[in-house]
């Protein structure tokens, strides 16, 4: 994206288009294979759905979602611009520095979320990787040098990578096999609501106080959540 920005900015987003021959690859090679159950969700089934979904751990789960895909859309958002006030970036710089974020995030998920989760435990776990998304956000507004954004921008992915995985597996635990895909996909819907809360909230911070208090805010945002699940019990999550 940061490559094809350079040329023009609205050159960009024609790589949505490429969208049209996945779908078109999907469609032929993903099969759905025959099941005898029925996906609709039955009537008390929709009760049992409904009772997962007031109980506190549910809800604090979801809220752990969104407020993570706050801070992360923070990152997304704001760092070009920080980059390119700092030392002047451009679009193929701040395209390398959110890649590197997206690698550490995926090497992690794959390798390292659940085998810490078990070292330690998945609250433990939680709480640890938010811990390192509001330290390397911390540092943002004091990097000017490429040899030191790089590494950051790979252990706040790191950190990112150790959460969502762990979360979605707290959420997999509180519903029964029938119910699971449900509660997950409420999950994903709030992980684009904090999306869209990330610019609404951190708007105003932007253009009230400047950019680094922008990355202050998301740290805190990012800690606090982290201490919510490390006070949580671990006893309470529901399997």
């Not at 990152?75 to 679009?91: D, F, S, W």
């Not at 701040?94 to 550490?104: E, K």
């Not at 540092?139 to 252990?155: G, N």
Request: with cysteine; hydrophobic share 50%.
């Amino acid at each position: 994206g940061g490559w094809v920005g350079q040329h023009h900015w609205q050159y960009s987003f024609y790589l949505y288009g490429l969208g049209l021959p996945l779908a078109a690859i999907a469609a032929v090679l993903l099969k759905e294979g025959q099941s005898g159950q029925s996906s609709v969700i039955l009537t008390g089934q929709n009760q049992q759905l409904l009772q997962i979904l007031r109980q506190p751990r549910t809800l604090q789960l979801y809220l752990t979602l969104a407020l993570a895909a706050s801070v992360v859309y923070s990152v997304v958002i704001y760092t070009p611009l920080y980059l390119r006030e700092a030392i002047g970036a451009t679009p193929l710089l701040n395209g390398s520095v959110l890649a590197v974020r997206a690698i550490g995030a995926a090497i992690v998920s794959a390798l390292v979320a659940s085998r810490l989760a078990k070292a330690v435990g998945t609250e433990r776990a939680i709480a640890l990787g938010f811990t390192l998304m509001s330290l390397t956000l911390v540092t943002i507004p004091f990097l000017d040098q490429l040899e030191t954004i790089m590494p950051t921008a790979v252990l706040f992915g790191m950190g990112f990578g150790v959460v969502v995985p762990n979360v979605y597996d707290r959420l997999a635990d509180q519903a029964p096999s029938e119910l699971r895909s449900s509660v997950l996909a409420i999950g994903t819907g709030c992980n684009s609501l904090g999306q869209f809360i990330s610019p609404l909230a951190l708007g105003p911070v932007w253009k009230y106080a400047g950019l680094p208090p922008v990355f202050y805010v998301a740290a805190a945002v990012a800690l606090g959540t982290g201490l919510l699940n490390l006070l949580q019990r671990p006893q309470d999550s529901h399997r």
